[in-house]
């Protein structure tokens, strides 16, 4: 018990200097709230015409996504930081204080779970200026968001083995970006998966982020959820079973060498 209360302990150490140092690369800041933004007002003012969306403004189709998407980039700032404490020795450093070696990674990831919950409230803020509303309860809405950054939670695990095989932290953050990328676009968080050619549908409909992105919106504007919520919990918790233990592994390798 006192093992695991330490353990908790060093993670939350760990958890606040990753945090006290994202104010301190303004690179990474704004491409982490900045970016989302423009992404918003350019698909809602400037694409959203041309979308159609029945039975919903497209600002309120388009906000459960931009969100979903700007939660799983959110695992970007382990992966640069990882590497970048890697390449630092820093790590090494760590290695010789009395601290559990689990806190190094679990303290990137949680600190993630805190920047998505920030970069949430963010996007939550800019939708409400431009006219998305809420179509459901204040559980089901928090439900909504606890769901989402359990997902972000996963990728950020994801991001962690990228920055662990990576050889620097802008090539780890660029292999994040390719793997993020497309499964966003090629999803239900942009447009209706209906309008999209036969074979991109088959696909998009099996990609983990449509399901999370439906889910999102059975909960934040009460569309039908079908069994999207449980599929979603059930991509979450398995993206964590299989990367975090190779991702732990991976890192064992790399501080033993």
Partial sequence: MRQLLAAIGDTLVITRRNLMRIPRAPDLLIGFTVQP??????FVYV?????KTPGFKYV???????ITQTIAFGGYLTAVGLSEDLRKGLVDRFRSLPMARSAVLAGRTLADVVMNLLATAL???VGLAIGFRFATSVPQ?????????LFGFAFSWIFALMGLLASSAESAGSIGFLIVFPLTFVSSAFV??????SLLQAFAKANPFTIVVDAARALFLGTPAGNSIWLALAWSLGLIAVFAPVAVA??????AN
């Fill in 37 to 42: 933004v423009m992404f918003v007002l350019l």
């Fill in 47 to 51: 694409f959203g015409g041309a979308i």
């Fill in 60 to 66: 309120d189709y388009l906000m459960p996504g931009i």
């Fill in 123 to 125: 996007m939550v803020a």
């Fill in 141 to 149: 809405v928090l439900a909504g968001i606890l769901l989402l950054l």
């Fill in 192 to 197: 209706p998966v209906q309008s999209m050619p």
């Fill in 250 to 255: 991976r890192y064992r390798r790399v501080v």
